[in-house]
């Protein structure tokens, strides 16, 4: 892979205001490596945990998002602008709770406010972006999975693609009920992922989650599901999914 294809990676701001929840985040624009040479206007996708995405000293592991777009540019596929969100560390549950649970007060409605109402303008008027819900993405892996479900579920008019991976069903019942009533956009696409060994009951929710879902929409929404019998609860396997779905909700139609 020639390091000519390496997204430009810019810190937007180290401390961007989330006004809806008192609170200040990273958030970083990966954009292709062409971009400032091109007049292009991108599909965007925006990605939760940014600490996890392409940090290499990430306590976790993360997913090399940096590394994949650089692949999947060299192939042809490069045109995309990734917006990667911090979470907020000990506040990270609560914000991307949908819900009000026995687990706490979820603030995830806030967060989506922020993302509606703050960030993607911001975004849209920043970059050259393709701003329609038709190119417009969301994305994340376990509370990042489920809040971006909530997103995509709850405003399928503004983020038609969205990139689920392993998400935290467990946490929130109530998913399950906008998955019976979702009524997809015209260009809404979801990838689910799942893997075989995250938890006793995390690939029969995820199955259920899917079933419900499909079952009350027929053919109205483009899906894929996506299961690695052998994939644990963590970055390593994200990090193999997510060139894999990128391709899959953006390039492959």
Request: glycine share 10%; no cysteine; hydrophobic share 35%.
């Amino acid at each position: 892979m020639s390091t000519s294809y390496q997204p430009i990676i810019e810190i937007i701001e180290e401390d961007y205001e989330i006004p809806q929840l008192k609170r200040r985040r990273r958030i970083a624009a990966l954009l292709p490596h062409n971009y400032h040479q091109t007049q292009k206007d991108y599909p965007v996708l925006y990605l939760h945990d940014g600490q996890n995405l392409f940090d290499e000293n990430s306590p976790f592991g993360n997913w090399a998002i940096d590394q994949s777009l650089a692949q999947l540019a060299e192939e042809g596929y490069g045109d995309i602008v990734v917006i990667s969100i911090d979470h907020g560390g000990e506040d990270r549950i609560n914000e991307y709770m949908p819900f009000n649970t026995k687990y706490g007060k979820g603030q995830g409605k806030l967060y989506v406010q922020f993302l509606l109402e703050t960030l993607k303008p911001y975004v849209d008027k920043k970059y050259r972006v393709l701003t329609d819900g038709g190119h417009t993405g969301v994305g994340g892996s376990s509370m990042g999975g489920l809040i971006s479900l909530y997103a995509g579920l709850t405003f399928p008019e503004t983020f038609s693609r969205m990139m689920i991976f392993s998400p935290s069903l467990w946490l929130s019942r109530k998913i399950y009920q906008l998955a019976r009533g979702f009524t997809p956009s015209s260009s809404s696409h979801l990838y689910l992922y799942a893997g075989g060994k995250e938890s006793q009951a995390h690939l029969p929710n995820v199955m259920r989650f899917g079933a419900n879902l499909l079952s009350s929409m027929g053919d109205g929404l483009r899906f894929k599901f996506s299961h690695n019998p052998d994939g644990i609860h963590h970055e390593s396997d994200w990090r193999k999914e997510f060139p894999i779905a990128l391709k899959w909700l953006y390039f492959d139609l």
